[in-house]
């Protein structure tokens, strides 16, 4: 929740009436601020330790970034909002079991990255960056947020044999309209902002917003797709997967469990091997929303 949320409320709502500009600016840098920097826990700081740290810049914004083994068969994992990468450090721990090399950023404004606020395109230009550095993806592993924005890069030059999402956002019009639902706001205010974004965030790529979406030219990924999703994910609602799981068709296998939610599916241990399995060997021989046994009915 938005700190000050009535204040808030107010005064974009009111401002929009008269100054649209100036709102959709304000509305814009509330939208792309994280609500709290999540901090390394004791069971992640090995790991974090053993990597090798770098940085990269981004649109002016400095980016922490990781990487593990030996640079062969790399592996792109990308944390969600308000995350960082040491949330997927179980598949991080399996992957190089596997003698793979998973490699990690934190988002600015996220773990250990300096600044206060991203967004997706600067997500696509970081993972951008790191398939320069580190060559094609044998996969890409995502959580959340950072399965829209690992699917917008992916479409967009970044080359991966296999795309993994856990708790994935799908749509991001879903973004937007929680973000207005969640302060109240009027619709003009969201029209400012997106006037906003396309002016000054995009300016030289028309339709962006269609592009935004996980179901926009799902051909042009070109790699199989295996999801997991909570049927009770209070964050992200697994209508977002089943979602996700029609807009790549044929490619797309979608995982139900049940009691994990959305933030202990990235370390459950039946998830993390299933998961690193597909990344590593196989590829979807079916599509088709299944369960197994200890994993709840399919939604």
């Known amino acids: 929740m938005y700190p000050m949320a009535p204040l808030i409320r107010t005064t974009l709502n009111a401002t929009a009436r008269v100054a649209p500009g100036p709102a959709g600016r304000w509305a814009f840098h509330l939208f792309v601020r994280p609500l709290g920097r999540a901090k390394v826990k004791p069971g992640e700081r090995a790991l974090l330790a053993a990597a090798r740290t770098d940085t990269l810049h ?3 914004k400095e980016v922490v970034t990781y990487a593990w083994g030996d640079g062969r068969r790399p592996v792109l994992l990308v944390h969600g909002w308000s995350s960082r990468a040491s949330r997927l450090g179980a598949f991080a721990e399996e992957l190089l079991a596997r003698g793979y090399s998973p490699v990690a950023f934190d988002g600015p404004g996220h773990g250990d990255s300096p600044g206060r606020a991203t967004n997706i395109v600067e997500y696509r230009e970081i993972i951008r960056e790191l398939h320069a550095r580190h060559g094609d993806f044998e996969a890409v592993v995502a959580h959340s947020f950072g399965v829209l924005a690992a699917l917008f890069a992916l479409r967009d030059g970044v080359r991966t044999a296999r795309f993994v999402g856990l708790g994935g956002v799908g749509s991001f019009t879903m973004l937007l309209e929680g973000f207005r639902a969640g302060l109240g706001l009027d619709e003009r205010v969201v029209r400012a902002m997106r006037e906003y974004v396309e002016r000054h965030l995009v300016p030289d790529e028309p339709g962006v917003w269609d592009r935004f979406g996980a179901d926009h030219a799902p051909d042009e990924l070109g790699a199989p797709v295996l999801l997991f999703h909570d049927e009770g994910d209070d964050m992200v609602p697994p209508a977002q ?3 996700l799981a029609r807009a790549h068709g044929e490619k797309a296998r979608l ?14 241990p039946d998830v993390v091997a299933e998961a690193v399995a597909f990344a590593t060997a196989g590829s979807v021989a079916e599509s088709a929303v299944r369960t197994r046994e200890g994993v709840g009915p399919a939604v």
């Not at 995982?255 to 459950?268: F, M, N, Q, S």
Request: proline share 0%; no cysteine.
């Open 58 to 60: 981004v649109r002016g």
């Open 241 to 243: 997967a089943r979602f």
């Open 255 to 268: 995982v139900v469990t049940r009691g994990l939610g959305h933030r202990r599916i990235l370390t459950d």
